[in-house]
């Protein structure tokens, strides 16, 4: 089975352009989920669905939005872009909503690599 | 003061050694915690959960003090494939995110 894809692998933009990534959980699971990783620092999280629903909401400024679709794979924008939205940008899945240990673990994609110019 | 804080590194351990690391974190209300292992720019892996009377995997072991608020993982008799950063994870539930603390990175020495 394919795990979480994430398009595209890297990306550079320059400041003030917006971007769009992309995330295919795993077949059959429903909730899908954001982490911006800095480098040098744990991923942070930034949004959470589950059936199509918003359910969680890091603190990020609204320049960041998602939206999952009734395939429940998900694309997060970022408009306006600063230098400091430079990070790898991480999509997990998981079967149920919220992580549950070795039942329902989150899956994470290898990320998008994005650079802020 | 941060969520979850863990011992800088890097620890550089040779092949067989011992090592172990800390995290605590300072939400009394978490309820689940994991460490994940994150490869040199790959995504983090679920490496087990830790549950109050301690869990072992093979050559891991995980141990949860609620009371100290306190987790830890030993790695015994280590491998050069154990090199990699260390995740200290915590959730407050089942439906909240993953709070992750800033890693501790391993290099296991030939």
């Known amino acids: 089975d394919a795990g979480v894809t994430q398009s595209p692998t890297h990306l550079i933009k320059t400041r003030g352009q917006q971007v769009t990534l992309r995330c295919s959980p795993i077949?059959?699971?429903?909730?899908v989920s954001w982490y911006q990783q800095v480098l040098g620092q744990g991923p942070q999280f930034i949004f959470q669905?589950?059936?199509?629903?918003?359910?969680g909401r890091g603190n990020f400024p609204d320049r960041f939005s998602a939206r999952q679709f009734p395939n429940y794979s998900s694309e997060l924008n970022v408009n306006a872009l600063l230098l400091g939205d430079s990070a790898l940008y991480l999509c997990?899945?998981?079967?149920?909503?919220?992580?549950?240990?070795?039942?329902?673990?989150?899956?994470f994609g290898n990320g998008t690599r994005l650079t802020v110019t | 003061r941060k969520e979850v804080e863990q011992d800088p590194g890097p620890f550089n351990v040779p092949e067989g050694a011992t090592v172990a690391f800390n995290c605590t974190y300072s939400?009394?209300?978490?309820?689940?915690f994991f460490w994940y292992r994150q490869d040199c720019r790959k995504e983090p892996k679920l490496l087990m959960s830790?549950?109050?009377s301690g869990n072992e995997d093979g050559r891991f072991t995980a141990q949860l003090n609620r009371a100290s608020q306190y987790i830890s993982l030993l790695i015994r008799d280590s491998k050069l494939s154990d090199s990699a950063t260390y995740l200290c994870?915590?959730?407050?539930?089942?439906?909240?995110?993953?709070?992750f603390g800033k890693g501790t990175r391993l290099s296991v020495i030939a």
């Open positions: 997990a899945s998981s079967l149920w909503l919220g992580p549950t240990g070795t039942d329902s673990p989150l899956h």
């Open positions: 077949s059959g699971h429903k909730s």
């Open positions: 669905y589950y059936e199509k629903e918003e359910r």
């Open positions: 939400n009394s209300a978490s309820q689940s």
């Open positions: 830790v549950y109050s």
């Open positions: 994870v915590v959730t407050r539930s089942g439906n909240t995110p993953l709070v």
